[in-house]
C-alpha cells in the first residue's frame, strides 16, 4: 500500500508543486518532445482506420481524433515557435542539447502520420485537388526528411555525446524521418496514379530499408547496454517500447505498398505479374519480421510493470507517448497480415490491441494534462531541456523537491521537523536569474 500511495503522489496527485510562473517562462522549456504526443495521437488515427470490424460513427470517430491531432500540432508548433524567438538562442542550444535533440524527429513523424491520415479521412471527401495536395505533401516531406536526418546524425557524431552505457533507446528516432517516408508511402499509395504510385512504392521500400537497416545497427548496442549496464529507471523504461517500431512499421510498410500494387495492377518492376509476386515476398518478410517486434514489446512491456513496482521514483514524461505510436505500428501489422493470410484471429486480435492502446494513450492524455497543471512539466529542471540550465537552478529545483517531499511527510506525521528545518531553506525561483539559462 505505501507503494501505491507513493505512486498516487506521483502520477495522480493534484498538490501544485513550487511557485507559479507565467506562461511565457514555461514555455522556455517547451521542448521537441511534446510533439511525441501529436505523433502517438496520428498513430490512434491510423489504427482506427485500419480496423477490420467497423461500426457506425467509428469513421467519425478516426476524423474526430484526425483533427484533434491537427489542433494540438498547430498549438504545439506555435508554442516552440515561441520558445526560439522568444528566447534567442534556445534553438541552438537544443539542436547540441543531446537529450532535446533526439526527439527533433517526434516533429517531422508528426507530420508523417498527418500525411498518413489523410487518405482516410480527408481524400474520400475531397476533389481532385486533393490528390495532389497528398502527392506534393509526401515529395515535400521526403525532401525534407532527408536533410534533417542526415543533419541530426552529423550532429551527433560531431558531439559524440552517448558512451555505451549511456545509450538510450530514442537514439534511433533520428533515423525515423526517412523510415516513415515508406509508412507514409503505404498509406497513401492508393490514392495516386499508377505511375505516380510506382515512384511512392519504389521510393517507400528503400527508405524502409534505410531505416531497418540503422535500426539493426543501433539495436545491438542497445541490446548490449542493457546486458553490461542493466535496465534504466522506471521513469525512463517506456521508452524501450521505441525499439518495437522498426520492424513492426517496416512489415506493415512493405505490406501495405504490396496492397497498393495489388489495388493498381501496374506493373511495378519489369514483369506484368510482379505486383502479386511482391505481394507474396511482402507477406513473407512481415511474418518474419513480426516476432521481433512483439519480443521488444514483451521485453517493454515486463521492464516498464517492474519499474512501476519496485521502489524508487516515478514522475510522467511527456516522451511515454512516443510508446503508443511504437506499439501503434506493431498492431498495424497485426492488422494487416490477418488481411494478407485472411486470419480472422489476427483481425480480432488487432482490433483488441488497438482498443487498449487507444485507452492507454487517454491515460497518457490525462497525464499529461495534469503534470503540467501541478509544474511537474514545463518547469525548470524537469523537461528534456535540462542539461542546457545553469546550475543554480539545478540546484533550486533539486531544493524545491525536497521541500515538498518534507512537506508531504509532515503531513502523514513523519519528518516534520526536518521539513520545517528546511522550510528556511527554500528560496524563492524569483531570486534565481534566469536570463543566465541563455
Known amino acids: 500500500m505505501g507503494l501505491l500511495k507513493q505512486r498516487y503522489h506521483e502520477l495522480l496527485d493534484l498538490r501544485v508543486r513550487g511557485e507559479r510562473l507565467p506562461i511565457a517562462r514555461r514555455l522556455q522549456h517547451f521542448t521537441w518532445a511534446w510533439f511525441a504526443s501529436t505523433m502517438g ?7 482506427t482506420s485500419l480496423y477490420y470490424f467497423r461500426f457506425t460513427g467509428l469513421n467519425t470517430l478516426g476524423k474526430i481524433v484526425f483533427v484533434f491531432q491537427l489542433f494540438i500540432f498547430s498549438l504545439f508548433t506555435i508554442c516552440i515557435l515561441f520558445r526560439f524567438l522568444r528566447y534567442p538562442g534556445t534553438f541552438w542550444k537544443s539542436w547540441n542539447n543531446a537529450g532535446e535533440v533526439v526527439f527533433m524527429p517526434t516533429f517531422l513523424l508528426s507530420i508523417a502520420t498527418i500525411i498518413s491520415n489523410f487518405y482516410p479521412y480527408a481524400y474520400p471527401y475531397t476533389g481532385e485537388w486533393m490528390v495532389w495536395t497528398i502527392r506534393i505533401t509526401y515529395w515535400t516531406y521526403f525532401a525534407f526528411a532527408c536533410i534533417v536526418c542526415v543533419s541530426l546524425f552529423y550532429t551527433l557524431f560531431r558531439n559524440h555525446p552517448f558512451q ?28 495516386q496514379p499508377p505511375e505516380q504510385a510506382k515512384n511512392m512504392i519504389v521510393a517507400g521500400i528503400a527508405f524502409q530499408g534505410l531505416g531497418f537497416w540503422v535500426y539493426l545497427l543501433l539495436y545491438g548496442n542497445n541490446l548490449l547496454r542493457l546486458f553490461t549496464t542493466g535496465l534504466q529507471p522506471a521513469a525512463d523504461r517506456p521508452g524501450m517500447f521505441i525499439l518495437v517500431s522498426p520492424p513492426s512499421y517496416t512489415g506493415l510498410t512493405l505490406l501495405d505498398l504490396a496492397f497498393g500494387a495489388v489495388h493498381k495492377h501496374h506493373p511495378i518492376f519489369v514483369s506484368k505479374n510482379s505486383p502479386e509476386w511482391l505481394l507474396f515476398i511482402c507477406t513473407f518478410l512481415a511474418i518474419f519480421m513480426i516476432a521481433l517486434g512483439a519480443f521488444n514489446f514483451f521485453v517493454a512491456l515486463i521492464s516498464v510493470i517492474t519499474g512501476f513496482f519496485s521502489p524508487g521514483k516515478l514522475k510522467f514524461k511527456v516522451s511515454w507517448f ?69 546550475p543554480e537552478v539545478l540546484e533550486y529545483y533539486k531544493k524545491l523537491e525536497l521541500f515538498d517531499d518534507d512537506s508531504e511527510a509532515a503531513k502523514s506525521g513523519h519528518g516534520s521537523f526536518e521539513a520545517e528545518h528546511r522550510k528556511h531553506d527554500h528560496v524563492s525561483l524569483k531570486e534565481v536569474d534566469h536570463d543566465q539559462i541563455l
Open 322 to 390: 512516443a510508446m503508443i505510436f511504437a506499439n501503434g505500428g506493431l498492431v498495424m501489422v497485426i492488422q494487416e497480415l490477418g488481411k494478407a493470410v485472411d486470419s480472422r484471429a489476427l483481425d480480432v486480435l488487432g482490433q483488441a490491441c488497438g482498443s487498449l492502446i487507444s485507452v492507454v494513450w487517454v491515460i497518457l492524455i490525462i497525464l499529461a494534462v495534469r503534470a503540467v497543471y501541478v509544474q511537474e512539466l514545463l518547469y525548470p529542471g524537469k523537461d528534456e531541456d535540462v542539461n542546457i540550465l545553469p
Open 41 to 47: 495521437t496520428g498513430g490512434i488515427g491510423m489504427i
Open 164 to 191: 555505451m552505457g549511456t545509450i538510450i533507446p530514442a537514439i534511433i528516432l533520428p533515423i525515423f524521418p526517412c523510415m516513415i517516408c515508406g509508412v507514409a508511402a503505404s498509406a497513401i499509395v492508393e490514392s
